[in-house]
């Protein structure tokens, strides 16, 4: 499957935020004292970890914007599942361009890479189901559309971006509602016919009203093992099923092999240790 | 020790943002469609792990800022360690405001606790030393402020906060000024007088360099405890000592016997899962 | 059906900028040099034609953001039907806030207004049958959410919001496909499972392919109505359909007869005249 | 007369803001999905009615901010007066970024020259006679630069931009001052040496105080032909004379035969439909 | 004459970024770390020096962003001429919020009434004539708006505020144009009803030329008095005179005294030594 | 000593703004009617007076972003200290850009070099001691960075950047602390390890106490010749001396002789004049 770059013009501000709140007021203090501004190096990027890379064009942007005279030959793209040691990119320009951006760079290439690569762990451990594993809303203020495009580099697939493109009914909705099939009808009437309507259910009487209801998707939050694969049998095919709760990669296998269509994960991308990646002279 | 909230007018700009990022381009479908404009409730932010709480203020400016009258009442402010369970603070007023925020005032808070409750954890570890516990600049781009606020909840203490406000001469600097001694002197010349120089060593002759250059810090990198016992009695006072290199809350007790001053630590903000916490009806 | 109003913090922004583009460098000259400062004013926003008001709540921000003094007393909320020569509010207040907040006020409430009125009229056409009217992506650029929520209050309903929230597939992407089929498999493939699915279709054979291949929602694009008959009979309940192309009100009686679910209407948005409404004295 | 585009420092945010408007934060899901990567294409804007373009300009930024390999090639500069079916540029490239881009450019494209084209048929209506036809500060909130400059690319002239670059005393500022002399002569003591002054009126009473406190110019508002013609008689050149009040192309015609200097239509900015203009394959 | 204050809208965001730049990521680590946070203060803004205050209420928005608890009460407007030691305004609250915001509540204040007192010694040079003190486009970048309101509460009057609301025909344009008939025929026929013509005249050839070709104000550049007499007489009333060149106030006198309308001076904006004021303890 | 250029990234926002500033919603209506669009023309940025440079790499940004075709070929880089009718750079390209760019560009090159200009007079003024001048927070807002820049143009060194770089301890805070040893007990508390703390004292007794209680740099406030040099004699290297106090070039070759290491001029920032610098043709 391939994986396609974010549009420039999306990313950019971003970038440059990044840049201007580690520069400052004063900019790179240790390196304009210390480095020649005619001294030029060549450096790496590579991982002191094996992973999944995402991000290497936002670093590369970082790069760009100190200098445009740096430049940067991608060796390994996002999406790429790579050992420890190996050389993501190859980086030339002023040394002084190298130094500065660095720490913007890494920031942005080890957050989104760690991402990716629990992301694809987890993928990994349902790679004999057919499960998805989809990202949630519970991303880093900011980083979102970088986030949810750093799960698509680990193999993953994405809920919705935000609150205002597709609706999920959750319990506290349904305590005000009334009931599941309150809510349902309430959304269906109002939500416009591209917005799918998914409900959270925690029984599977529940379930069983959403179904009825209509619902396009039934979202079985902390149900055990077996409860899925009744709820999965229930369901037959009438909606699109999610697993949920704080499912480990481990948890993951059994729980696809309920025969669930998703399995979302909020840890992947609100809980991921950053992927050790370093900027060395080589 | 008292912790400061950072200014509004410092932290409105990205509350503003995070809240835009999920209401999109038409708001909370869900909540739109099923809560009525008129009612009203009460819920709580609580726990689900014990922690240590930072982000309380800024969770509750996304509460205020879709509704103004929405009305929290803290119990537990930032810094305040805390078990499962417990209610860090009451939130009443319009449902709708309650439900639309929740994500965003959750994500804030949870990633922000999330930081607090490690740090905390490492800072225990060196309770009986004289140690501190620093972050880093490996921070979420555009976040650093948060991060580093939500360290000193955390009870540690704030390394720079960019490029611009200390010098730290790292190999790379030293690589290309050719020797420790030179890279300290051009940075000595051309520092400001409030600027204090901090310099990388990886071994005890640079160690000894750098001290007879008058660095006010070294940085004492991926040396082993017996190392940096030597490091810290050659040092004798002369300079501020700081052990780094993937320190776990178990290897900082061992670092902080040493006698170092300082132990810096990237992970607890780079690589910290965060503290769960949930927006629940009670 | 209730309209709930757009956030204050999405439409604030958008409503500063325009008064901001108004008062240039030097404020408001005429005013400022005529009006005492402390005259005081009552003022009405009345009709000058029949039609649905939106954007009441837009135009009243205006006027606090001039000064928080004035008082908008709101006798018909977004989403009224009024005649010509209705009062749609009071505005009290110092003189010179009114005078100066006028034109933004009133360019973005007869705008809105506007298309609600349009949008209403084509509502009305259709009221006999289940049809609902839906706006496209053709807005003014920077007011799509305040366009859209326009529709809303005239009763239509609302297309996609984005290039990101739903897929549409269209003549041009069918054409570098190669053909219907797979392109809906390959949208089918890589879109979210929230994600709807709508195709472009021209012929009664390209709709049979497309209904074959699962989209959700097909478009009807430029049919007569017979063929749109013809066409809502081949669907028989498996998808959603949508007519478009070039939709008067007067046609759109005869399109909504066809038993279609929706008709696509660009001009609401993107050609519709103001609603003329004034600030009088009274 | 040479038309002069605006720089590129004034159009480039709003063509920024407006394709981030439409990617939302996940981007095109329809183009990336079906498009390849590496297809090219060409494509033609063309018109589907005729009229007058404006804003290719700005079109073309959005392509290239998209991908900056697209190459667009003009051949109907803004200002042309051009049939329907005619090709205003061919546009080649990426075929993601076509498609990406497509709706952004047409949304500026298709809006301003349906300015241009409205401003044309007045224009041509009074082509006979002196008079200019002005536009108004009713203009679209964010895009006023953008909205006068298609006033321009059809031939008309612009009415100050703001609240700050003119005097335009109105009823509510001579309610408020008492009178027409009071007010102007309160705007003759505070403005500056550079702003001009103009003064609606609505009777030839008013006409005289006005000219006898010496206005610049004269807003002869909702005055008929009869009366315009004794107004442009008793001002004798004394100050320039403009005519208003929902002038239709029609009604412009005997309007300027009356010999005022100006004729300001609010519609042409507000209220102008769209010019169709599509993005083909050819 | 009445100062009439910017509207909020105008001077927030600058207010807010004025403070942003002093608070860096860290904040005041001054006062956080000395000043109690329930420590209360009263403090007062005074003069050290003789002059006319401008930016109290900017300062006043400084102060209440940073907490809106505090209280400040104006005892001398924007426009008053004090001696050195006068109270401006008292400053009650929060001493935190003192402390933290008084340099930039300073900066701005001290800039703006450096401003006014300058402008308000020129303005007194000329009392005695009737010509008028107007500044130039020589502002500090990111003020204009502001420092041309403290030239306004000086006494003084703006020349136009940007390249976009007047036209000024200088030595430049008249060299490439090929003369000066030619350059004013060129504006006269592309500039808007209500702009007005200034041309620089360097001798009083020029100025004949100018004023047949019907400028409507002519900018007598670096001319001696001598000179100046000629060219007010010359003139005769027909068009606007303005004298420019490097004025002090002690030249004004003599310069006014020829009969010039308006004398412009850069330097009010571009070279104005602050007014000298503290925040003092009392 | 090398001057090194701030990165792009870091002037450009402020560089577009200023041009936006100046062009406001309708460009250069003067070099628009006026200068045709193919006239091209070579013109010189020179002094009038004899000056450090400072901010020509600003300067040209200015030029580039109006048209890129523009190109600055620079004499006399920044730091360079030229004589009145020096040329600093040749500008060719086109006519309109040149002339429409020209005031922002002159506006920060005069301002900036002003401001080195006056700096290196007191900087040469104490080039027979080991004295360093250092500018202060008095700057103007939103112009901090490149103020600071533009004295270390004119050989100036920098002082803190803002409240959040450095400790620097006021009277008012020693006076809310109770006393000196107070005060910087809490500094030395809570400030992070790389910051140093400066504390301002007014007397000898003051001093002993600030350096008993470990102060890292003592700001002398106001203290004659005589007090300076019994505190330096006093500090005995034991902290950094720094002397301020509205001092004058002529006075700072006193203060020098006396021994301290800083002296502070508030003035090179908030009031120096700018050096006159024009653009011609030559």
């Given at each position: 499957m391939t994986l396609t770059p974010l549009p420039r013009v999306m990313v950019e501000p971003l970038v440059r935020a990044a840049l201007l709140e580690d520069l400052g007021r004063a900019g790179d203090l240790t390196t304009d004292a210390?480095?020649?501004?005619d001294a030029t190096a060549t450096m790496v990027l590579a991982t002191r970890q094996p992973g999944v890379i995402a991000g290497i064009d936002v670093a590369t942007l970082a790069f760009e914007l100190i200098d445009p005279r740096v430049d940067v030959a991608i060796i390994h793209p996002d999406g790429a599942a790579i050992p420890a040691g190996d050389v993501i990119a190859t980086v030339r320009g002023p040394a002084r361009a190298l130094l500065t951006a660095e720490r913007t760079a890494l920031n942005l290439l080890c957050h989104l890479s760690g991402i990716a690569t629990q992301t694809a762990a987890v993928v990994d451990a349902v790679r004999d189901h057919k499960a998805k594993i989809v990202c949630t809303r519970k991303t880093t203020p900011g980083l979102r559309a970088l986030e949810k495009y750093a799960v698509r580099a680990g193999g993953g697939a994405n809920h919705r971006f935000g609150l205002d493109d597709a609706v999920l009914i959750k319990d506290n909705h349904i305590a005000i509602a009334g009931d599941v099939r309150t809510a349902i009808e309430r959304a269906r009437t109002r939500a416009g016919h591209m917005v799918k309507i998914e409900v959270e259910v925690d029984t599977l009487e529940q379930l069983d009203i959403a179904l009825a209801a209509g619902a396009?998707?039934?979202?079985?939050?902390?149900?055990?093992v077996e409860q899925l694969s009744q709820a999965v049998a229930m369901v037959g095919g009438r909606a699109i099923t999610e697993a949920s709760g704080r499912v480990t990669a481990q948890a993951a296998r059994a729980i696809a092999a309920t025969g669930v269509d998703l399995i979302s994960v909020g840890w992947i991308t609100h809980s991921a240790p950053i992927l050790d990646i370093g900027l060395d002279c080589r």
């Open positions: 210390i480095v020649p501004a396009d998707a039934v979202l079985l939050d902390n149900m055990s």
